[in-house]
């Protein structure tokens, strides 16, 4: 019997859960960024699934199997360009550097730039190196953002990822960067050395995004649970101040309704207490 793979047991365990579960599951296994939009769509699934709000999102077919989108690897594309720098040194926004797929050198001057673009890849890939960016300082305009964007190849088109918006996909974790620092650090600081099994970094991920839409559920539960004062109106203790003051989304109205009734008694005794 061929034993599963660690990828293909995680794909059945999500065909079990609920669909809210499942259309982010699927957002992380083929290795998209899960937005805030995606976590209040889950939660109005959520929200419709289990009754607490009228049904009317529609809910595609999603299909869980295994797939090269959710398993895909340094090897599936390259860095072919880096360009649109921003914020960073007094580096020209419209620079343009092409990577080749085998061998880039990039020479120059002191102080044309080239420790800029370095310290931008730290940011932007796995380094220990020198992350400090500085702006122009010979520039009195502060610059709006810094970021660069970053472009990408595989067998089928080009695309573009921006740096910070884009830091939480896949590509940006599949390059290391070194430089003078990085060799200091690696060779005098600690080294922390980590295994971890293709697939399981889905649960830490998964479990953040279940947590984002159980915040969203306590928000509306404090929204739609105020403070009961009625009770504020009973002086003693009465069987109608403890109804009153059990109230809840599970309260049956009719025995509220039975309570507020008066009778011929209780209206005559009134009277004749107001006539006192």
């Avoid at 529609?58 to 072919?80: H, M, R, W």
């Avoid at 007094?90 to 061998?103: F, R, T």
């Avoid at 306590?218 to 004062?229: C, H, K, V, W």
Wanted: aromatic share 8%; net charge negative; hydrophobic share 35%.
């Amino acid at each position: 019997m061929t034993k599963k793979s660690l990828t293909e047991e995680i794909h059945e365990w999500i065909g079990e859960l609920d669909y809210w579960e499942q259309s982010l599951a699927i957002k992380i296994l083929s290795k998209q960024v899960v937005t805030d939009s995606d976590i209040k769509l889950a939660y109005k699934f959520f929200s419709e699934d289990h009754g607490l709000v009228e049904k009317k999102t529609s809910q595609p077919i999603i299909k869980i199997a295994p797939s090269a989108s959710g398993t895909v690897g340094a090897e599936d594309f390259l860095l072919s360009e880096i360009k649109g720098i921003r914020g960073v040194n007094a580096l020209k926004e419209d620079q343009c550097i092409p990577i080749s797929k085998n061998l880039s050198i990039i020479y120059g001057d002191n102080g044309v730039g080239k420790s800029g673009y370095i310290r931008m890849l730290n940011n932007a890939f796995l380094s220990r190196g020198d992350k400090t960016l500085h702006r122009n300082i010979h520039s009195t305009v502060k610059p709006k953002e810094t970021s660069c964007v970053f472009k990408f190849k595989d067998n089928s088109k080009e695309y573009e990822l921006k740096f910070p918006d884009n830091s939480k996909n896949h590509e940006f974790t599949c390059y290391s960067v070194f430089d003078s620092s990085s060799i200091t650090a690696h060779l005098t600081a600690e080294n922390i050395v980590q295994f971890l099994p293709s697939g399981l970094e889905f649960f830490d991920t998964f479990s953040n995004v279940i947590t984002r839409v159980q915040e969203l559920l306590e928000s509306d539960i404090r929204n739609n649970s105020p403070e009961n004062n009625f009770i504020d109106f009973f002086e003693h203790d009465t069987t109608v101040k403890r109804l009153v003051e059990s109230l809840n989304g599970s309260t049956d109205l009719k025995t509220i309704q039975e309570k507020s009734k008066v009778s011929t008694e209780e209206s005559a005794k009134l009277i004749s207490l107001e006539k006192v």
